[in-house]
């Protein structure tokens, strides 16, 4: 089983930075993609940042240019730097791994999600 851990949301005002953690423990044999996604309020999930296999990344357009995702492979940590945030990227941020824990198949893994509120 594959736990993840989320860190470092919380209130800050616009134009102000966060830098969210997420560490995954577990038996983790694999992973194909590892990144944040975000829900507002009566919105659909969706996603901000991600590495896919082989190391590359995928943004939304909406943060492109103010967030940058990182890891720590030794780790198994992903951070997400969010600089210059707005009111609009108030959301519950959640830690997604795609991947192996040893049986068949890849698998979806969240966390249990971390609140980043922007005041105005």
């Known amino acids: 089983q594959v736990q993840l851990m989320e860190s470092g949301g919380g209130l800050v005002q616009a134009g102000g930075s966060l830098r969210l953690s997420c560490a995954a423990s577990g038996r983790i044999f694999s992973i194909n993609t590892m990144g944040w996604y975000r829900q507002a309020p009566g919105k659909q999930r969706e996603l901000v940042a991600v590495?896919?296999?082989?190391?590359?990344?995928n943004y939304a357009d909406s943060v492109k240019g103010r967030f940058t995702i990182s890891r720590d492979n030794a780790k198994i940590t992903v951070y997400l730097q969010m600089n210059s945030l707005k009111p609009e990227d108030t959301a519950v941020y959640y830690c997604?791994?795609?991947?192996?824990?040893?049986?068949?198949?890849?698998?979806?893994?969240w966390g249990k999600g971390t609140l980043v509120t922007v005041s105005s």
């Open positions: 997604y791994l795609r991947g192996r824990d040893g049986s068949a198949g890849d698998m979806n893994y």
């Open positions: 590495f896919r296999s082989g190391g590359s990344t």
